[in-house]
C-alpha cells in the first residue's frame, strides 16, 4: 500500500484510489457501477453521452464520473433524486428516435441501453405520436454493418478509428439530431482492427456480418481461451451456443491486447467446428487402419515404442499450436531416443494496432511457437523431415499437412486426417481435442504463458492430446520419470 | 450612433463615434482619429501593467458571459514557456445581436488595435479573428484594414490573422472556435482543462469578443478611471455597451449607452418604441438564449449585469429583440427552439435529441394538435434539458420555452383549447 | 489512389499558390482544412466526395475525416447549387419583420418553388438560414457574397431583375 492514495467516499462507501484517478473508474472499484456509454476505459474520454451525471458534494451541478478527477474527501453520490433523474432523462432522450427492435436485434441480451433501461428507465415514452428518424442500414466494410436507427452517437467507434487504430475512416456527420456515423466513399472500414467497433458499440448498431442473427446472447456459454491466429497470445472468449463456437470476442488483458483482438483472430474460429473428425483412435491391421479402443490403441503405441528403443533416433514433427503440456509430454515420452523436435509456422503480415504499444496481428501464424522453442524444439523443420526417414520413431503432433515419409513407425496424433495425407500410413492415428476442446497452456511471443480453456466437448472419442501423451509415457515402464504436468 | 440613425442626445458614444464613416475604416483615417496611439503605448508598457489597466477597469466580456476580462487575461501562464494565442470570437450569431459586425465594418481599425494590445497583454505571439462565414462584407473590410496595418508594421511582432467561419452557431463557444479553427467540427470541448492552459493547439489561450477588445484601446488611452466612471447603476458593471435593438421597434439598430442604462428608455425614446397602434408585449433583453421579460419586467429593467439578473432574465449579448401585441409568442419560441435544434453540434444526448423534440411539441401546439399534458412536458424536457450538458446551447433552447410558458401561458393554452386559429400543418 | 474518370484536381495554378499562402498561417496543415475547403468551393461550386478525398490528400487527412467537417458547417455545399444562391434569414427577430414573406416572396419570383430546390433555369436555390447577424436591417439576404440588408417583399422584383 502506498501512502500517497487518494481517498473519497461513493454512495457512503470509502476508497481509496491513486491520484488522477477518474470518479468513474474509482467506483468500479467501490463496487459502484455508475451507468455509462461514451465512456471506455481503452478510449480517449469524450464526456457527451452524459449518462454518468453524479452528485458530488459542494459541485453546483451534476459532474460527469468519466471525466472528473478524484480529490481527497470527495463526496460522491450516484443515487440521489437529481442524479436519477438526470439518468432517467438521458435514457428517454435516446428512446425517442431509438427504434423498437431488440425482436430482431443481434444486441439483446447485452445491450447496454436494454441494461440501463431496464435498470432505472421509465416505463412509457411521452414521444408517442411523432415519427422516429429513419436512415436505411448501411455497410461500412467486409464485417461490419451500420444500423444508423439504433445509434446513439456515443462516437466510441470514431474514437476507436481515430486514436487505436490511427486511421480515422469513421465520422460523425451532419449536426443536431441529423447525425448519424459516416464513412466516404473511397474508404472502407476494412483496417485488420476494425471489427473491434462492434464489440464497443453499446447497443446494437454496428454489427458484425459474421454473426448476424446466428445466435441470441442468452443462448450463449462464455469460455475463457487465448487466440489461436498468431503469436501475440490476444485473450479471447469463445461464445458456443449448443456445443458449436459462433464467436470470438476479447477479453480485456491490460498487458497483451488491452481490450482488442484483431479481425484474423476475430474469425478464426470456424476451423474448431469442423465434423470431419477423426472419432476413433485406428490402428494397422492387416494393411489397413481400424478403429479400436483406447486400451488397445495404447497398448500398441507403447509395444512400437519398446519395440523401437535401444539408442534409435526419435524425430517428433509438431504443431506450433499444440499445448505446452502436450508437447513437453510428447519429449518425455521420447526421452529414450535421441530426439529431434521441430516445427514450421505459417507466416503472414503483420498487422499492428498503432495506438497501443506492443499489439499487433504477428507474422507468426501460431500461439505457441515459443512454447516449442522454450522445450527445445526448433524451426529447422526440413532436416528434422529428412531425418525422419531413417529414424526408428517419427511422432507426428497435429500436423495433419506434414509431407512425412519414414522407414520407421509413424505415430499420427491430429483432428483430422484427410484421404491423401501422407500420415494416411500411419501406424497408429490417435484423435485429439482442438483447442476449443481441451484446456492447455500457450507461451505468447513474449514469453508470457497463458491459460486456456474447454468450451465445448471434444467428438467421438478424441482425448487432449496432452492427456493421451500423458497415458503414454505413464504406461511405459520406469526408469521414465513421474510426469509433472503444470 | 444608433446607425444608421443619428446618435441619439442619450448615447455615451464610445465605440459607435465613427459608424457610417467611411474614412474612418481607411488606415490613415484610423490614424487621424487617434488611432493606434494606444497600441504604441501598450507595446511599451510591462504586459503585467497593460492587463492591470483593464482589470481596474472593470471591463467585462461583451460576447454574453460577462467574465472580467483582465481577470481572464491574469488567467495565462505567469512563466512563459510555450507559445500562447489570442482568439478573437468575430462568429456572432446570437439571434438578434449585431454590434460586432458594425464594429468590423466601420471600424476594423479599432478592433484590430484592440487585438494587438490584448496580445500582448497576454504575450500571444499569434492571434486569430474568427469571422462567421456569412459575414462576407465585414470580412473584406477586415481583410484591406489588416493589409494596410501590417505594412505600416504597427504591430510589431505580433501576428494576426482571419481564419473565416462555415455555417455554425455553436462555433461561437470559445471551445468550440478553437476546434473550428484546429480544422475539426465545431464541437465544444469538456472543460477542464480551461482554454489558459491548454486551448488552441494544445495551448495557453485567451478568446475575448470583438466589442470587448474594441474597448481596450480606449481604456488604455483615456485610462481605467475614466472607463470605471462611466456607470450609472452598479459598480460592478462598468463602460459603454452597444445593444443591437430589433423586432418590433420602430428604429431598429445599435445604440451605445452607459452600463446601468434604463432599458425603458433605450426602447421608447431611443428607438421610438413600437410601431404605431402597437404597445410592447414582450422583450429578450441579451440575445435569444436569455429568459423572455414581460411588458412590466421590461420598463423596469436596468441594462447591467446586475440590473437584468434582477429581473430574472441576463444582459448576455445585449441584442435587445421587442415583440409588440402583434408578435405571436408560441410561434416565435418555436421558431428559437428551431433555431437551438439546427445550430446542435450532436455530442450531448439532451442537446441532441431535447431541441428537436421540443421543437416539436412546439410545432404540434401551433398546428393545433397540442395534448392538455404538453405545457408540462415541455417544462419538465427543458429541466432535462438543463445544467447537464457540455456548453449550454441546451440551457439557451430551455430559457425561453420555460419563461415563454410562465409569462404567456394564455397564449399557450389559446392554442391548446382550440381558441386560437392554427397556424401550422402537422 | 487510383483515379476513375477524368478528374481535375481543384489545386493546380493560383489555386495551388494560394493554398501555400493559406498554410503559412497556421502550425499544422489540418488547421488550414476551413480555408482549403472555401477555395474548393469557390473554384468548384461545390464539394465532392472527390473533391474531399483531394482536399485530405493534400493535407495529410482522410477522406472521411474531411467528410465529417464539411457535414458539419452549413455553408459548405455538397451538392451543386443555383448560379445565385440565396440565403434567407427566418429566424425570430426578422421573423417578426416579416422574413418568411420575403422567402415566399423569393421562392415564387425566381422559379425556385421550395426551399432548397434548384430553379428550372439553374439560376436559383433559396434557403432558409439562420440569424445572420443583421437583425437591425430586417431582412437581410445573402445572394452569393453579397449581403443585402432591409429586403422586403416589394424590394424582391428588382432584386430578382437584377441577379438573372
Redesign the interface.
Known amino acids: 500500500m502506498t501512502d500517497n492514495l487518494i481517498t473519497l467516499t461513493i454512495d457512503g462507501a470509502p476508497v481509496s484510489v491513486p491520484p488522477g484517478t477518474l470518479v468513474i473508474e474509482a467506483a468500479k472499484q467501490a463496487g459502484v457501477l455508475v451507468p455509462h456509454y461514451c465512456y471506455h476505459p481503452g478510449l480517449p474520454v469524450a464526456g457527451l453521452c452524459r449518462m454518468c451525471l453524479v452528485e458530488i458534494e459542494k459541485a453546483p451541478k451534476l459532474q460527469i464520473a468519466c471525466a472528473t478527477t478524484v480529490t481527497e474527501g470527495m463526496v460522491v453520490k450516484t443515487q440521489t433524486a437529481p442524479a436519477k433523474d438526470a439518468r432517467q432523462g438521458v435514457l428517454e432522450f435516446l428512446l425517442i428516435n431509438h427504434p423498437l427492435d431488440c425482436p430482431i436485434c443481434d444486441q439483446a441480451g447485452e445491450c447496454e441501453l436494454q441494461d440501463f433501461v431496464f435498470q432505472e428507465g421509465q416505463a412509457s415514452t411521452r414521444y408517442a405520436e411523432f415519427a422516429k428518424r429513419f436512415n436505411p442500414v448501411e455497410d461500412f466494410g467486409p464485417d461490419v454493418l451500420y444500423v444508423p436507427n439504433r445509434c446513439i452517437l456515443c462516437t466510441r467507434c470514431v474514437r476507436f478509428m481515430e486514436d487505436v487504430a490511427q486511421e480515422p475512416v469513421l465520422n460523425v456527420s451532419e449536426r443536431g439530431d441529423r447525425a448519424f456515423i459516416g464513412i466516404h466513399p473511397e474508404a472502407r472500414l476494412d483496417h485488420p482492427w476494425a471489427g473491434n467497433v462492434v464489440d464497443l458499440c453499446p447497443v446494437g448498431s454496428l454489427l458484425s456480418k459474421d454473426f448476424l442473427h446466428k445466435a441470441r446472447a442468452w443462448e450463449l456459454d462464455k469460455t475463457a481461451s487465448i487466440c489461436t491466429g498468431c503469436s501475440q497470445g490476444c485473450n479471447i472468449s469463445l461464445d458456443t451456443r449448443d456445443e458449436v463456437v459462433v464467436r470470438v470476442r476479447p477479453r480485456p488483458n491490460l498487458d497483451v491486447n488491452r481490450y482488442f483482438i484483431c479481425d484474423h483472430g476475430r474469425m478464426h474460429y470456424r476451423w474448431m467446428n469442423r465434423g470431419d473428425r477423426i472419432e476413433a483412435p485406428l490402428i494397422r491391421h492387416d494393411g489397413e487402419l481400424k478403429a479400436v479402443d483406447w486400451d488397445e490403441a495404447l497398448d500398441r503405441v507403447v509395444g512400437i515404442l519398446r519395440g523401437a528403443s535401444g539408442g534409435g533416433k526419435a524425430v517428433a514433427l509438431v504443431s506450433p499450436g499444440a499445448s505446452s503440456e502436450a508437447l513437453a509430454a510428447a519429449k518425455r515420452l521420447l526421452s529414450g531416443f535421441t530426439w529431434t523436435g521441430a516445427f514450421q509456422v505459417v507466416m503472414g503480415e503483420e498487422a499492428p494496432l498503432a495506438g497501443v504499444p506492443n499489439l499487433a496481428l504477428r507474422a507468426e501464424r501460431a500461439p505457441n511457437a515459443k512454447g516449442a522453442e522454450q522445450l527445445g524444439y526448433t524451426r529447422d523443420y526440413a532436416p528434422a523431415l529428412a531425418a525422419a526417414k531413417t529414424a526408428a520413431v517419427v511422432l507426428v503432433l497435429d500436423d495433419p499437412d506434414c509431407a512425412v515419409e519414414t522407414d520407421g513407425a509413424l505415430l499420427y496424433l491430429g483432428t483430422v486426417l484427410g484421404d491423401d495425407a501422407p500420415c494416411r500410413k500411419a501406424e497408429v492415428v490417435l484423435p485429439i481435442a482442438n483447442v476449443a476442446e481441451e484446456e492447455g497452456t500457450f507461451v505468447n511471443r513474449d514469453g508470457r504463458e497463458q491459460r486456456y480453456f474447454q468450451a465445448k466437448p471434444a467428438p467421438g472419442m478424441a482425448q487432449p492430446a496432452a492427456w493421451v501423451l500423458g497415458q503414454l509415457a505413464q504406461a511405459m515402464a520406469p526408469p521414465l520419470p513421474v510426469a509433472e504436468v503444470s | 450612433m444608433g446607425y444608421p440613425h443619428k446618435p441619439h442626445p442619450k448615447e455615451t458614444v464610445v465605440l459607435s463615434q465613427y459608424f457610417g464613416d467611411a474614412d474612418a475604416r481607411t488606415y490613415k483615417g484610423w490614424v487621424k482619429r487617434g488611432g493606434y496611439e494606444a497600441l504604441a503605448q501598450a507595446l511599451k508598457s510591462d504586459p503585467v501593467a497593460v492587463t492591470d489597466i483593464v482589470k481596474e477597469s472593470g471591463l467585462r466580456g461583451r460576447g454574453g458571459a460577462g467574465f472580467p476580462t483582465g481577470l481572464k487575461w491574469s488567467f495565462m501562464p505567469k512563466e512563459k514557456k510555450r507559445p500562447h494565442y489570442l482568439c478573437v470570437n468575430a462568429d456572432e450569431s446570437e439571434p438578434g445581436t449585431f454590434k460586432d459586425r458594425e464594429i468590423m465594418r466601420w471600424t476594423p481599425h479599432a478592433l484590430l488595435e484592440g487585438t494587438a494590445i490584448a496580445a500582448h497583454a497576454i504575450r500571444a505571439e499569434v492571434a486569430y479573428i474568427y469571422i462567421r462565414g456569412e459575414f462576407t462584407e465585414p470580412w473584406t473590410i477586415m481583410e484591406r484594414a489588416l493589409g494596410d496595418a501590417n505594412a505600416a508594421g504597427v504591430f510589431g511582432d505580433i501576428k494576426i490573422h482571419l481564419h473565416r467561419g462555415a455555417g455554425a452557431y455553436i462555433c461561437g463557444e470559445e471551445t468550440a472556435l478553437m476546434n473550428s479553427i484546429e480544422g475539426k467540427r465545431g464541437n465544444p470541448r469538456i472543460k477542464p482543462p480551461f482554454p489558459a492552459a491548454a486551448g488552441l493547439f494544445g495551448l495557453p489561450t485567451t478568446i475575448n469578443n470583438v466589442e470587448t477588445l474594441a474597448a481596450v484601446p480606449h481604456i488604455i488611452k483615456r485610462g481605467a478611471a475614466w472607463y470605471k466612471g462611466l456607470c450609472l447603476s452598479n459598480p460592478k458593471s462598468t463602460g459603454t455597451k452597444l445593444f443591437s435593438v430589433c423586432g418590433h421597434v420602430q428604429r431598429p439598430g445599435n445604440y451605445e449607452v452607459t452600463m446601468g442604462f434604463p432599458l425603458k428608455d433605450l426602447l421608447y425614446d431611443m428607438c421610438g418604441g413600437p410601431p404605431a397602434g402597437r404597445t410592447l408585449k414582450a422583450c429578450i433583453p441579451g440575445g435569444s438564449s436569455v429568459p423572455i421579460l414581460t411588458r412590466e419586467e421590461t420598463e423596469a429593467c436596468l441594462l447591467d449585469y446586475e440590473g437584468v439578473a434582477l429581473k430574472g432574465s441576463m444582459l448576455g449579448s445585449g441584442g435587445v429583440i421587442v415583440f409588440d401585441d402583434s408578435a405571436d409568442m408560441v410561434y416565435q419560441i418555436m421558431r428559437l427552439a428551431r433555431f437551438y435544434a439546427h445550430e446542435s453540434c450532436a455530442q450531448c444526448t439532451q442537446c441532441r435529441e431535447g431541441t428537436a423534440w421540443t421543437t416539436k411539441i412546439l410545432e404540434r401546439i401551433l398546428a393545433g394538435q397540442g395534448k392538455t399534458t404538453d405545457l408540462d412536458l415541455l417544462l419538465d424536457l427543458s429541466e432535462n434539458m438543463t445544467g447537464k450538458t457540455i456548453c449550454v446551447l441546451s440551457d439557451s433552447c430551455a430559457a425561453p420555452i420555460v419563461s415563454g410558458i410562465k409569462k404567456f401561458r394564455g397564449e399557450f393554452e389559446a392554442y391548446l383549447a382550440g381558441k386560437r386559429q392554427p397556424v401550422m400543418v402537422s | 489512389?487510383t483515379v476513375m474518370e477524368d478528374y481535375q484536381p481543384v489545386f493546380t495554378g493560383k489555386a495551388l499558390e494560394e493554398l501555400q499562402t493559406v498554410l503559412q498561417?497556421?502550425?499544422?496543415k489540418?488547421?488550414?482544412?476551413?480555408?482549403t475547403?472555401?477555395i474548393a468551393q469557390r473554384e468548384h461550386g461545390w464539394i465532392s466526395?472527390?473533391i474531399?478525398?483531394e482536399v485530405g490528400e493534400i493535407?495529410g487527412?482522410?477522406?472521411?475525416?474531411?467528410?465529417?467537417?464539411v457535414?458539419?458547417?452549413?455553408?459548405?455545399h455538397q451538392h451543386p447549387v443555383g448560379k445565385n444562391f440565396v440565403?434567407v434569414c427566418?429566424?425570430?427577430?426578422c421573423?417578426?419583420?416579416g422574413a418568411e414573406d420575403v422567402l415566399k416572396a423569393l421562392l415564387q419570383q425566381t422559379g425556385a418553388g421550395d426551399a432548397g430546390a434548384t430553379s428550372p433555369d439553374g439560376k436559383w436555390t433559396i434557403v432558409e438560414?439562420?440569424?445572420?447577424?443583421?437583425?437591425?436591417?430586417?431582412t437581410p439576404i445573402?445572394i452569393n457574397?453579397?449581403?443585402i440588408e432591409n429586403v422586403t417583399p416589394e424590394k424582391v422584383a428588382d432584386l430578382v431583375r437584377k441577379y438573372r
Do not use: H, I
Open positions: 489512389m498561417r497556421y502550425p499544422n489540418q488547421a488550414a482544412l476551413l480555408p475547403l472555401w466526395d472527390r474531399m478525398a493535407l487527412l482522410t477522406p472521411a475525416f474531411v467528410k465529417g467537417v457535414t458539419f458547417y452549413t455553408m459548405y440565403q427566418t429566424t425570430s427577430p421573423n417578426v419583420c438560414v439562420e440569424c445572420l447577424g443583421a437583425c437591425g436591417f430586417a445573402l457574397d453579397d449581403f
